[in-house]
């Protein structure tokens, strides 16, 4: 099990299928940045999300009281998960988690939906503890750099090779 040292980057099992060298770990990563970060998501996902879903907007709320807004959830009989950014009025898609690939220009988190909504949930929990969006590194620093999911999805085909 994964020590619970304070750094974002460490997240404890999710099962057994989650840590830090987890292939999936980066585009789990990004994908959670962005839902803390972005001012109205919409995650469209089973009912069985819901708590989930309640206790993130709870755990947002807490740890960012400025924010008035808080990701909301729309129920779908669909196995795949998607997220919206609504920021604008207009809902694009930033998040996929599932086994079909999306668009260069979305995070896929490439796994069944469940294991990859613990993982996502677990990781915003992590980055929201830390202080993120305000934290010190935390957000597209040039230490780690902007996300690129091209390349993130080519390195992930070489290593699969």
């Not at 304070?6 to 999710?14: S, T, Y």
């Not at 839902?35 to 309640?54: K, N, T």
Request: with cysteine.
């Amino acid at each position: 099990m994964a020590l619970s040292d304070g750094i974002i980057q460490d997240l404890p099992f999710i099962g057994l299928i989650m840590q830090m060298i987890h292939p999936m770990w980066p585009v789990v990563r990004e994908s959670a940045r962005r839902v803390v970060r972005l001012e109205r998501i919409v995650i469209v996902a089973g009912s069985e999300y819901s708590d989930q879903i309640r206790d993130l907007a709870d755990k947002i709320s807490e740890h960012l009281p400025q924010r008035a807004t808080f990701p909301e959830h729309t129920v779908t009989d669909e196995d795949d998960i998607w997220l919206y950014d609504a920021s604008d009025g207009n809902s694009e898609p930033v998040a996929y988690l599932g086994m079909i690939e999306p668009s260069l220009d979305v995070c896929w988190i490439e796994m069944a939906a469940k294991p990859a909504f613990d993982a996502l949930i677990e990781s915003c929990l992590q980055l929201l503890s830390a202080g993120y969006p305000g934290c010190i590194g935390c957000d597209d620093t040039i230490q780690e750099g902007r996300w690129n999911e091209e390349n993130f999805r080519i390195k992930r085909r070489k290593n699969e090779q």
